[in-house]
């Protein structure tokens, strides 16, 4: 441990269940659910895939893969994914459900010093950065309860609440000033205070953390006529992570200590000063919502508008689809400020939706995909 830290007390707060708990239950659910069928009820076996992710500074593979290539203008980034696995009986269904969301939210100047530094680029000697740096992360995977049913004719509601088992965690901000003072070489004072699972800033080594927590959703689909729909979906409407034993620092990080590489560009052991420990904390989940308004223009033929709201942006998308004899239909959706385009296809039973803003999908800023399957017996 650095000597200029502090070690604050460690919290004890018991054991957390392990998610073995929540597979016996699962599979507990479905053996009731397969009983049903074995006395004719209807039931149905569904998987959904939901996935959406946007880097607006570098490529969505490049933001993970150490910020190589050229730097386009933004400096934010957001992933969400839902994977879930279950069964239905009735209005009722009962599914495994698996998460791994990202929200960054930065400075344009911090954006550009990192990628400078990370490709090794020339800095401008006297240019100044204001750093501000905001990231919010969760991993949790658990089960997901949900109910559906139709308060009045043309309107369709769904209740889901979600108990959850989390693995990962980051959340926490970090701001200050950085100046180069060469062509490879920078100083900076940073202040910074954040929760982590793994500390990728300073590499403190720390035990995982356990969190286990609740989230509640609900989804409307409204047929207000003949041809003017509205579908709306807000996930995480309330729902929070309890953490324990999270590792946590508070500290201000100095560039005192400085080495250079063969090459010339300046390496780092940060000076820092501060409080390091582990305890008991709460975890906001950020709500997210959807909407989508169609407009059916004749039998076969539907266009609308969407939106995507979350806690980084805002995306709005057009899109059209066409109804062809039997089961077969084609979609389209655009977004048009990102210039990402997508394409669908759905038969009955099952669906797939791909979007991006370019065809090579490794240089992609924007990617969505969603998939279905559901099988009624």
């Known amino acids: 441990m650095n000597p200029c830290f502090t070690e604050a007390p460690r919290v004890s707060l ?20 397969a009983a049903a ?3 004719a009820a209807p039931a149905e076996y569904y998987l959904r895939v ?3 992710s946007h880097a607006e500074p570098v490529s969505v593979y490049s933001y993970v893969t150490g910020w190589k290539g050229p730097l386009r203008s933004g400096s934010d980034a957001v992933t969400h994914n839902w994977i879930e696995s279950g069964a239905c009986y009735d209005r009722v269904c009962l599914g495994l459900l698996h998460r791994l969301d990202y929200e960054v939210k930065a400075s344009r100047d911090t954006a550009a010093l990192y990628h400078s530094v990370r ?7 006297g240019q100044t950065y204001d750093l501000d740096l905001q990231i919010w992360h969760q991993s949790s995977r658990g089960l997901r309860l949900s109910y559906r049913n139709e308060p009045r004719a043309g309107l369709s509601l769904e209740y889901g ?16 000033r950085a100046t180069a003072s060469g062509p490879g070489d920078y100083d900076y004072d940073v202040q910074v205070g954040y929760f982590y699972s793994e500390d990728a800033l300073f590499e403190r080594s720390a035990a995982l953390p356990k969190g286990k927590g609740l989230s509640i959703d609900l989804s409307a689909d409204w047929h207000i006529n003949d041809r003017l729909s509205v ?3 807000v996930r995480d409407l309330y729902g929070y992570l309890k953490w324990d034993r999270a590792p946590f620092t508070t500290a201000t990080a100095t560039s005192d200590t400085k080495s250079f590489g063969a090459d010339g560009y300046v390496n780092y052991n940060p000076t820092i000063s501060g409080v390091e420990g582990s305890g008991d904390y709460q975890q906001r989940l950020h709500p997210r919502a959807l909407l989508r308004v169609d407009w059916q223009g004749s039998r076969n033929n539907t266009i609308g508008l969407g939106l995507r709201l979350t806690e980084v942006k805002t995306y709005a998308s057009l899109h059209a689809e066409r109804q062809y004899p039997g089961c077969m239909a084609l979609s389209i959706e655009i977004m048009p400020i990102q210039r990402a385009l997508g394409l669908g296809v759905s038969c009955g039973f099952a669906s797939f939706s791909l979007m991006s803003d370019t065809f090579r999908l490794r240089d992609a800023h924007l990617l969505q995909m969603n998939a279905a399957l559901a099988y009624r017996f």
């Open 14 to 33: 018991g054991s957390v269940r392990r998610p073995h708990f929540f597979i016996r239950v699962f599979c507990t659910a479905t053996a009731v659910l």
């Open 231 to 233: 579908h709306a979906q």
């Open 37 to 39: 069928v074995a006395v």
């Open 161 to 176: 609440i979600s108990f959850l088992d989390a693995q990962r965690l980051t959340d926490g901000r970090l701001a200050g």
């Open 50 to 52: 939901e996935s959406f």
């Open 119 to 125: 490709n090794r680029q020339t800095l401008n000697p």
